[in-house]
């Protein structure tokens, strides 16, 4: 059987009966049109205009901000003014801007997701979340941003890497389409992914370590132990810094993300934003029978106080994910350690 078109899965997610979900289609169709037009300018590199200057300024939320950020911004704001789009919320913005006031939906987006990656050809991406509206559009545009993640009816992520990637929801499975250059269009690759339950690979910067709460050190010694430790195995430690590339492994291959909080300025409420990077992920590893927390708390549960809130945020096999929690919740889980393997691990004295 061939595989599936994005055009003709998109097709199936469209029900005259569900406007939302027919406006979403529409609102991925024009993502994707402005994805595509991204991976053009992308693979250009350092000899096209978005890379010819090399400004470095801040974002709304005070982060590193590149030209090729800005460029991804407008380009889809741009999409977005022919998509059935009512407003319009991003990283590099720090208000949402009104587009279309008879649209029932919102999209909340980070543009260019991994962006310290730009100059070094490591894969970077866009991810974008869509959400009902919430009161009047004039009145209160603010408010559809602040609801909790389980709020979402669709959300995904390209990935410019080897491959142009579009990793989607609908609420009813997760699926991964690959852009064929011979045809002109996404096909689908991955059709309902699904995370196995348990992990032997973990992503996590290691050089945060003296950061970390006591938890998350105890958990990373434990799985640096491997076969001869309490965990039994022996774990693989990856670290990509591009969240679209660690979900999409993850997607494609199991394991766990962690990106806690820790002791440094500024990283107390973790670093990545809820609203527009973990809701978004949390969405996809779920409907892919995956789990997602703050460490503790399931990220689609959480109430975002503001546009560009960060959080913790831990997410991939759901056992491994719930150990971690429990790393966190249940000291006398930690008592389970052997007494033989009480010594803490490889990175501190």
Not at 62 to 87: E, H, I, S, T, W
Not at 147 to 165: D, H, K, M, V
Not at 317 to 326: D, M, N, T
Request: proline share 5%; net charge negative.
């Amino acid at each position: 059987m061939a595989a599936s078109t994005l055009d003709a899965f998109l097709n199936t997610m469209t029900s005259a009966t569900e406007p939302l979900r027919r406006d979403s289609t529409e609102i991925v169709r024009a993502l994707t049109s402005a994805a595509i037009k991204m991976r053009n300018t992308i693979n250009q590199g350092a000899l096209g205009e978005a890379f010819a200057a090399n400004r470095s300024t801040q974002n709304a939320d005070g982060d590193r901000q590149r030209d090729l950020d800005v460029y991804a911004d407008d380009v889809f704001l741009d999409a977005m003014r022919k998509a059935p789009v009512a407003l319009y919320a991003s990283e590099e913005l720090e208000n949402p801007i009104i587009l279309d006031r008879d649209a029932k939906l919102a999209l909340a987006i980070d543009p260019l997701d991994g962006s310290s990656n730009i100059d070094t050809n490591v894969s970077i991406g866009t991810i974008f979340s869509i959400s009902p509206l919430i009161g009047l559009v004039d009145e209160q545009p603010l408010a559809t941003f602040l609801q909790p993640g389980n709020r979402q009816i669709t959300a995904g992520f390209f990935i410019y890497g080897p491959q142009l990637s579009l990793v989607v929801s609908f609420g009813s499975g997760t699926h991964i389409f690959v852009f064929s250059s011979r045809l002109g269009t996404f096909v689908e690759a991955y059709p309902s992914r699904m995370i196995p339950p348990r992990a032997v690979e973990f992503a996590i910067n290691s050089a945060n370590y003296r950061h970390w709460d006591e938890a998350v050190r105890l958990y990373v010694d434990d799985c640096l132990k491997g076969a001869e430790g309490p965990r039994e195995r022996d774990f693989n430690m990856r670290w990509i810094a591009s969240l679209v590339a660690e979900s999409y492994r993850i997607l494609i291959r199991g394991g766990v993300f962690l990106y806690p909080a820790d002791g440094r300025r500024g990283y107390g409420s973790g670093r990545l934003r809820l609203v527009y990077e973990a809701n978004p992920i949390a969405f996809l590893i779920e409907q892919a029978g995956g789990a997602a927390t703050d460490t503790v708390s399931r990220i689609l549960d959480l109430q975002p106080a503001s546009l560009h809130q960060r959080t913790p945020l831990v997410f991939g096999a759901s056992k491994e994910v719930a150990r971690i929690g429990r790393y966190h919740t249940e000291p006398s889980f930690i008592a389970e350690r052997s007494p033989l393997f009480g010594q803490r691990g490889l990175f501190r004295a």
